[in-house]
């Protein structure tokens, strides 16, 4: 691609800190070379991101997962061009954990700094390798933070067309998942138990919202009193039709977001589309993805599994894109928890 041969000179250092994973990782050569994810498992316990615990294992993670980053790519922080991190939205405890690491590391080597937007990596994630979009591209992007619909143009323009008014679409997922007692996140566990249920065994309200908009917090409201109702007739509900449950909830989610996706290409005429974020590993919406290109004459990508949810290789690769146009940030800059 393009974008890559003009920047497979640079080597770059990505930090990633915005909600629970700290993550390094090396852009080098046009490749990845590295991409360190340190996970932290203390939120299962809570049900969901506990931001002060989040911010503390970023303190003690950053440091050696960075340091693993550079041993794993074979480089030396001196070798390294320039220093990308997010600079939001996020968490603000985690996202200052990352961001001020990263300025001190580019002071420290006198190399340049750049803030990296968290959801326009996760677009862009797409051209990292393989088979890359040709833009324009049209792109949903589902994380456990974020829903929109965007499209990304010459030089690497985004622009959103659509985005959540409430909940995002992981966030349906995990909310939905606690109330069937599903561990956190529930996005998973509700995609594996869905495979063997029924998808029309139960029907949710679908979210009313004008446009490329969603609204999600609806739908967690149907499922509650849908639930309440039958566990007053059968206390044993939530557990006898788990796999039901599972397979409606994740119909309706996708079928919405997909439904959408459709209109976006209607409007724009873009037959270039794809999916990103935590949830694009799911399978029923990665089949509608491909089903809805193949209807539209159209092509779908999905960016690998380890691209999708929170990682450095993306920042590191967005972070070349923003060197290449000049478009650095400066160390005075500050982190932002929503999307300006
Ligand atoms: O992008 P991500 O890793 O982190 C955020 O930036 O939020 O996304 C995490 C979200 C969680 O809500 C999780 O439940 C959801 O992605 N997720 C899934 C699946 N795998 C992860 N949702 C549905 N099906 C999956 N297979
Ligand atoms: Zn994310």
Redesign the pocket.
């Known amino acids: 691609m393009e974008q890559s041969k003009n920047n497979s000179h640079l080597i770059i250092l990505g930090i990633e800190s ?4 700290t993550s390094a990782a090396v852009w080098k050569n046009g490749n990845i070379c590295s991409n360190v994810v340190a996970s932290q498992e203390i939120h299962k316990e809570y049900g969901g991101v506990v931001p002060e615990w989040a911010s503390r294992k970023h303190q003690q993670n950053i440091l050696p997962t960075v340091q693993i980053s550079l041993e794993k790519a074979g480089i030396t922080l001196a070798e390294v061009d320039a220093i990308a991190c997010t600079q939001g939205p ?1 968490l603000m405890g985690s996202l200052l954990v990352g961001h001020s690491f990263a300025k001190g590391l580019a002071m420290s080597v006198n190399k340049p700094y750049v803030n990296v937007d ?1 959801i326009d990596a ?1 677009v862009l994630a797409h051209f990292i390798d393989g088979d890359t979009p040709k833009l324009p591209f049209l792109c949903l992007l ?5 829903t929109q619909i965007v499209t990304v143009d010459t030089d690497y323009q985004i622009d959103v067309l659509g985005k959540t008014i409430d909940d ?7 909310k939905a ?1 606690k109330m069937l007692n599903l561990p ?9 138990l869905a495979k063997q249920g029924n998808p029309n065994a139960f029907t949710f309200n679908t979210p009313k919202v004008d446009g490329l908009n969603f609204s999600f917090s609806g739908l967690k409201t149907s499922i509650l009193y849908f639930l309440q109702k039958e566990v007053r007739k059968d206390k044993d509900f939530v557990q006898n039709n788990s796999s039901d449950l599972c397979a409606s909830i ?1 119909h309706t ?1 996708v079928s919405y977001l997909i439904c959408k996706l459709e209109k976006a290409m209607d409007q724009t005429g873009i037959l270039e589309i794809g999916i ?10 990665r089949t509608a993805l491909l089903n809805l290109a193949a209807t539209k004459s159209g092509k779908a990508y999905i960016p690998k599994f380890e691209y ?4 450095a290789a993306m920042i590191a690769y967005a972070g070349g894109i923003k060197l290449k146009n000049e478009n650095y940030g400066t160390l005075t800059d500050v982190c932002y928890t929503r999307k300006k």
């Open positions: 915005s909600c629970d994973d996020g968290h996760h589902v994380s456990g933070g974020h995002a679409a992981g966030e349906a997922f995990d998942g956190y996140p529930a996005g998973p566990h509700i995609d594996r994740q989610i990103a974020g935590g949830v694009a590993a799911n399978s029923e919406l999708c949810t929170d990682n």
